[in-house]
């Protein structure tokens, strides 16, 4: 079974500092992986997500995400964070079946100091 | 297009009541799922379905029923509500399964007491 763990809960930086999010996954085949960002009493919306090729992708608000397959991470990363980038953010692995399953990590909430 | 919908936004129940939450969607999507989350465990899979008629148990069923008459529609029923049920609860829908993107509605937020 997959399974994605984010270390981090909590997570503060300074507005214009540098952002990375961990995010390490368990999967028996190529993974399918996904980051979603959820704002306060908001669904989810999808940041990014990787399927195969590059191992580099880039989402959408300036966010980007590094596949290493060696060390099963996807970690989440932002060169300047902004003030309205502070919400809780979810890495998932997405399961190649029938049941379109996604696992989910605890999330990391991020608090952005101006 | 109004994406994911779901009704109520919040509700208030008591221990052994039952209710029906509501999910839409108007993408003609054939997979629809429902997940609740809880702080420190992210979102886990309660049922999901591949298309109308067709409806499986994801991570943690016990205490709700799904049923899939229409494409569009939905529903998730909890039969005797719990406290342990307290939590929020979202409803997503995609075209495929694995690598396609799943879209989620705002969240249905639900007290039992």
């Known amino acids: 079974a997959q399974s994605v763990t984010q270390p981090d809960i909590h997570i503060t930086v300074s507005e214009g500092a540098s952002l990375e999010l961990r995010c390490n996954y368990s999967?028996?085949?190529?993974?399918?992986l996904f980051w979603y960002v959820q704002s306060p009493g908001q669904g989810l919306q999808l940041l990014l997500k990787?399927?195969?090729?590059?191992?580099l992708v880039q989402g959408i608000k300036g966010f980007e995400a590094e596949f290493k397959r060696s060390q099963s991470s996807f970690n989440l990363r932002k060169p300047s964070v902004h003030w309205s980038d502070a919400a809780e953010y979810f890495c998932a692995v997405g399961a190649n079946n029938a049941g379109n399953m996604l696992t989910f990590g605890g999330g990391t909430r991020l608090m952005v100091k101006p | 297009n109004a994406g994911v919908t779901q009704t109520p936004k919040f509700q208030v129940l008591k221990t052994g009541q039952s209710m029906t939450l509501q999910c839409a969607q108007d993408m003609n999507h054939e997979y629809m799922s429902w997940y609740r989350q809880d702080p420190g465990m992210g979102l886990r899979l309660i049922h999901y379905?591949?298309?109308?008629?067709?409806?499986d148990q994801g991570e943690v069923p016990n205490g709700y029923n799904v049923s899939r008459s229409t494409t569009e529609d939905f529903p998730l029923r909890l039969l005797s509500a719990a406290p342990s049920q307290t939590s929020v609860y979202f409803c997503?829908?995609?075209?495929?399964?694995?690598?396609?993107?799943?879209?989620f509605g705002p969240g249905t937020r639900l007290l039992v007491l």
């Open positions: 379905s591949v298309g109308a008629g067709i409806t």
């Open positions: 997503a829908s995609s075209y495929s399964h694995g690598k396609e993107t799943q879209y």
């Open positions: 999967y028996g085949a190529t993974p399918y």
């Open positions: 990787y399927f195969s090729g590059d191992t």
